[in-house]
Nanobody
């Protein structure tokens, strides 16, 4: 199973970016997908998650500015980031909690390679 993230870049404060992440491989079902970020010198932190049924969860610093969504047909997750702030600068990682074909109810967690988001003042 692989996760491929894209969509990062450089944007001015107040601007927008949209991140995408697609999962591929021997996936039976995806239980949840999410985005995390890691700024220089800091630990990786939760940004947002989306669970089956469309249940979403956001970290307080991004609530109201970021929107997470899924395309189950494409095993993809998206993060629409609006009104970006300098403190949103980080490497963003996508994450998926999946069940794999032939492995029953076992659950596995996979990470994408990370995409850099830089917000300038």
């Amino acid at each position: 199973v692989q996760l491929q993230a894209s969509g990062g870049g450089l944007v001015q404060a107040g601007g927008s970016l949209r991140l995408s992440c697609a999962a591929s491989g021997t996936i039976s079902t995806i239980n949840s997908m999410g985005w995390y970020r890691q700024a220089p010198g800091k630990e990786r932190e939760l940004v947002a998650t989306i669970h089956n049924g469309g249940i979403t969860n956001y970290a307080a610093p991004v609530k109201g500015r970021f929107t997470i969504s899924r395309d189950d047909a494409k095993n993809a997750v998206f993060l629409q980031m609006d009104n970006l702030k300098v403190e949103d600068t980080a490497v963003y990682y996508c994450n998926a909690d999946v069940r794999r074909i032939g492995l029953g109810d076992l659950r596995f967690t996979y990470w994408g390679q990370g995409t850099q988001v830089t917000v300038s003042s």
